[in-house]
């Protein structure tokens, strides 16, 4: 009896020690610039910006989305952009999927272009830059070819957390120091896996080489011109606010669904953060569509701002052919009212809740385009995918899935209902992909604590320890020459070739010395 109830004690004290006596840091004002016109972006900056406000923070975001019922401390600054020239890309991206890396790139230029001066000119963020009375502790930033907004920081004197969106890429090494091997760790935009041949290799180093290139020549002027525009008594330069600027980011990726590479301490993975890990009841129309569908459910979307309705009529014809032919009933989101088929058979509609949808049992195969939040979606809940890759890190997303077994990709370029109709009856015809998955959802599920608890600690650590400044590498400091060494070998290089020419010419000496000819003397006659 004594032993049970000083068991109950132990326990008891324990829990009160590991309890939590308060909150870990004091209510702070953040200001968060997500300013991509990208719906999917928003969607995780949202969900970010949200629970930080629930969790007691003053929240200001800087975004052309509004957050629909925010909290009470959570504040909207309105960005005012051109919402034709998004749209007009979207209506030309199936058109355009075979335009060279220069042109694509062209593109990026404007895009980035279109960011910067949308954001700094709206009316609200101006008058955020002029009031004298603002202050901020934190910046939360997405890191997206958006450098420029790093003058906020300098402006309200208050560090930096980043946000990349689609995982670690150059953007984000450039602000950390992180390392990226290009033996193994593939351009985001490459296809590449992490086991490269040489030949592979070589074009991960030309592309990246050119990649980086192509940003420093075409991006980084905008970012100087605006950053110079915008934020003319800057105490620190916009390079300094790159090398030093950013304490840490957070990366929109996990290790159990991407290839393995090297991280600083302060790169974090909270990819997935922004599922629900309760599942919301699904609206009824929906709910009874999936479960009246006796062979189960295929879900198709082409994401939050790929237009189905733009693509080439005889592809959408093909995809039309392949899903009537399955026994499976399908969810299908389509932007517009044009297309008519089997009500029985299909569900159409211009938004669905995505991931509510794949947490459902009865869906047996996800259609996507290959985003990084809708493969992150399809591993959590175990639904096996066939994408089509459109542009940016799609192409790599589905690279993984192939290397990885749980799902298929096929081109747009060679889509057509023989390659379409091949993947889906391999995906759902082959148990392999769907138990691949649910092992990779369970690697994915099995973490010490939720993403979102976790993005939620490392914010609080930043503001807790003043900006964290320690957790910026001294990578920063040193040039591209010194980062890699190339002085350190140059000297070792030249060194040994000194050594070699001093050695052969002292050899050469020595053999002159042993074995060169000495003169004659000359035998001189006495003369009577």
Same mark, same amino acid.
């Given at each position: 009896?004594?032993?049970?109830?000083?068991?109950?004690?132990?326990?008891?004290?324990?829990?009160?020690?590991?309890?939590?006596?308060?909150?870990?840091?004091?209510?702070?004002?953040?200001?968060?610039?997500?300013?991509?016109?990208?719906?999917?972006?928003?969607?995780?900056?949202?969900?970010?910006?949200?629970?930080?406000?629930?969790?007691?923070?003053?929240?200001?975001?800087?975004?052309?989305?509004?957050?629909?019922?925010?909290?009470?401390?959570?504040?909207?600054?309105?960005?005012?952009?051109?919402?034709?020239?998004?749209?007009?890309?979207?209506?030309?991206?199936?058109?355009?999927?075979?335009?060279?890396?220069?042109?694509?790139?062209?593109?990026?230029?404007?895009?980035?272009?279109?960011?910067?001066?949308?954001?700094?000119?709206?009316?609200?963020?101006?008058?955020?830059?002029?009031?004298?009375?603002?202050?901020?502790?934190?910046?939360?930033?997405?890191?997206?070819?958006?450098?420029?907004?790093?003058?906020?920081?300098?402006?309200?004197?208050?560090?930096?957390?980043?946000?990349?969106?689609?995982?670690?890429?150059?953007?984000?090494?450039? @602000?950390? +120091?992180?390392? $990226?091997?290009?033996?193994?760790?593939?351009?985001?935009?490459?296809?590449?896996? &992490? *086991?490269?041949? =040489?030949?592979?290799?070589?074009?991960?180093?030309?592309?990246?080489?050119?990649?980086?290139?192509?940003?420093?020549?075409?991006?980084?002027?905008?970012?100087?011109?605006?950053?110079?525009?915008?934020?003319?008594?800057?105490?620190?330069?916009?390079?300094?606010?790159?090398?030093?600027?950013?304490?840490?980011?957070?990366?929109?990726?996990?290790?159990?669904?991407?290839?393995?590479?090297?991280?600083?301490?302060?790169?974090?993975?909270?990819?997935?953060?922004?599922?629900?890990?309760?599942?919301?009841?699904?609206?009824?129309?929906?709910?009874?569509?999936?479960?009246?569908?006796?062979?189960?459910?295929?879900?198709?979307?082409?994401?939050?701002?790929?237009?189905?309705?733009?693509?080439?009529?005889?592809?959408?014809?093909?995809?039309?052919?392949? @899903?009537? +032919?399955?026994? $499976?009933?399908?969810?299908?989101?389509?932007?517009?009212?044009?297309?008519?088929? &089997? *009500?029985?058979? =299909?569900?159409?509609?211009?938004?669905?809740?995505?991931?509510?949808?794949?947490?459902?049992?009865?869906?047996?195969?996800?259609?996507?385009?290959?985003?990084?939040?809708?493969?992150?979606?399809?591993?959590?809940?175990?639904?096996?995918?066939?994408?089509?890759?459109?542009?940016?890190?799609?192409?790599?997303?589905?690279?993984?899935?192939?290397?990885?077994?749980?799902?298929?990709?096929?081109?747009?370029?060679?889509?057509?209902?023989?390659?379409?109709?091949?993947?889906?009856?391999?995906?759902?015809?082959?148990?392999?992909?769907?138990?691949?998955?649910?092992?990779?959802?369970?690697?994915?599920?099995?973490?010490?604590?939720?993403?979102?608890?976790?993005?939620?600690?490392?914010?609080?650590?930043?503001?807790?320890?003043?900006?964290?400044?320690? @957790?910026?590498?001294?990578? $920063?400091?040193?040039?591209?020459?010194?980062?890699?060494?190339?002085?350190?070998?140059?000297?070792?290089?030249?060194?040994?070739?000194?050594?070699?020419?001093?050695?052969?010419?002292?050899?050469?000496?020595?053999?002159?010395?042993?074995?060169?000819?000495?003169?004659?003397?000359?035998?001189?006659?006495?003369?009577?």
């Amino acid at each position: 009896m004594r032993t049970a109830v000083y068991g109950v004690c132990v326990v008891v004290l324990l829990a009160l020690a590991l309890a939590p006596t308060g909150r870990p840091v004091e209510a702070a004002k953040i200001l968060s610039i997500f300013p991509t016109m990208s719906k999917s972006h928003w969607i995780l900056g949202s969900a970010l910006m949200k629970e930080l406000a629930l969790d007691g923070h003053d929240v200001t975001v800087i975004s052309p989305f509004r957050l629909s019922s925010p909290p009470e401390n959570y504040r909207h600054v309105e960005i005012v952009y051109n919402t034709r020239m998004f749209e007009d890309i979207m209506d030309e991206v199936f058109e355009r999927i075979d335009d060279s890396i220069v042109q694509k790139m062209m593109e990026l230029g404007k895009f980035v272009n279109e960011i910067a001066n949308t954001t700094l000119t709206s009316p609200e963020v101006q008058t955020l830059l002029h009031s004298e009375e603002e202050t901020f502790d934190l910046l939360v930033l997405e890191i997206f070819l958006d450098d420029v907004f790093l003058g906020f920081a300098d402006h309200f004197n208050c560090p930096v957390v980043g946000m990349s969106t689609f995982g670690a890429s150059s953007w984000v090494n450039s @602000l950390t +120091g992180s390392p $990226q091997p290009l033996s193994y760790v593939p351009h985001p935009m490459s296809g590449f896996t &992490d *086991k490269m041949n =040489f030949w592979q290799r070589l074009g991960n180093v030309l592309f990246t080489a050119f990649d980086e290139t192509m940003l420093t020549v075409m991006c980084d002027p905008i970012q100087q011109r605006y950053y110079k525009e915008f934020f003319p008594n800057a105490n620190r330069s916009l390079a300094e606010m790159r090398r030093h600027g950013v304490s840490l980011i957070l990366v929109n990726s996990h290790f159990s669904l991407s290839f393995t590479r090297p991280y600083l301490p302060n790169l974090i993975e909270v990819g997935g953060f922004h599922i629900n890990r309760k599942v919301n009841p699904l609206p009824e129309d929906i709910k009874s569509f999936i479960e009246q569908s006796k062979h189960g459910v295929i879900y198709f979307s082409m994401g939050s701002n790929l237009k189905p309705s733009k693509m080439d009529r005889q592809k959408r014809d093909d995809i039309i052919r392949v @899903l009537s +032919g399955v026994k $499976q009933n399908i969810i299908w989101k389509w932007d517009d009212d044009t297309l008519v088929l &089997d *009500k029985g058979k =299909f569900l159409l509609g211009k938004w669905f809740p995505q991931d509510d949808i794949l947490a459902h049992p009865n869906v047996k195969l996800f259609i996507t385009h290959g985003g990084l939040l809708s493969c992150t979606e399809s591993i959590y809940h175990g639904v096996p995918i066939v994408g089509i890759p459109i542009f940016g890190d799609q192409l790599l997303n589905m690279a993984r899935a192939e290397q990885s077994g749980w799902g298929i990709g096929v081109a747009y370029t060679q889509l057509t209902e023989a390659t379409l109709g091949k993947a889906v009856h391999d995906v759902l015809g082959n148990d392999r992909f769907a138990a691949n998955i649910k092992l990779i959802s369970r690697l994915f599920r099995d973490q010490p604590l939720p993403p979102m608890d976790l993005a939620r600690f490392w914010i609080e650590y930043v503001l807790r320890h003043d900006g964290a400044k320690h @957790l910026i590498s001294a990578a $920063q400091d040193l040039s591209f020459v010194e980062y890699n060494n190339l002085d350190v070998y140059a000297f070792i290089a030249a060194s040994l070739v000194l050594l070699v020419m001093l050695i052969r010419f002292c050899l050469k000496k020595v053999v002159i010395y042993l074995f060169a000819k000495k003169p004659r003397k000359l035998n001189k006659k006495k003369v009577n």
